[in-house]
């Protein structure tokens, strides 16, 4: 039988202060999201090798979970659910972020070791299988209508990131 190892994931990305680094984020076309927590959620890893579908279950900071506990059933039973689509779609490997532990909500998905789809293709592509992250509406972020958003996070229409110190880091913010 052949073994795979599960690659370790990155820790579900930090948010970026949207008035910090203005700059970055004016002029943006971006989906305005219903703040969900950072820190009260899982990581779900599926990947296909040699014939074998892999499962990897997660926090946000990368601690590993025994999915054997049934206290991880509710996200659990989405597990088949993205399989089928993962295999219909030809997709060989995923990590899905789902916030909220007692009721979970996929808020992002990445597809690749530094790409992650937008809040838009989530919606079109899960809503139907999975609860997906509130859109409050999809707007040009610019310094004067900052104070609208206050407290909501920013995500680009299109996949954007900044690598800083070396590190990785999707241009996703919050409104502070």
Known sequence: MNKCVIPD??????????KEYSKLFNNLYSYIIVPYS?????????????????V?????KSNEYK???SKYKPILKYV????NLMKTARIVESCYYFSN????????????ANKFLGPGMIRDIYKKILPTQEIVEIATVSSDNL????????????????????????????VK
């Not at 990897?56 to 946000?60: G, M, P, T, Y």
């Open 9 to 18: 994931f990155v820790d579900y990305p930090t948010f970026f202060d949207v």
């Open 38 to 54: 950072l820190d009260d959620g899982y990581s779900l890893y599926i990947g296909f090798r040699n014939g074998y579908v892999f």
């Open 56 to 60: 990897r279950l997660s926090d946000f």
């Open 67 to 69: 999915i054997s506990d």
């Open 80 to 83: 088949s659910k993205l399989v």
């Open 101 to 112: 532990k007692s009721n979970p909500v996929l808020v992002d998905v990445m597809i690749s």
């Open 147 to 174: 104070s609208k958003y206050m407290g909501k996070f920013i995500k680009p229409s299109r996949f954007k990131y900044l690598i800083e110190d070396k590190e990785f880091r999707p241009l996703y913010g919050i």
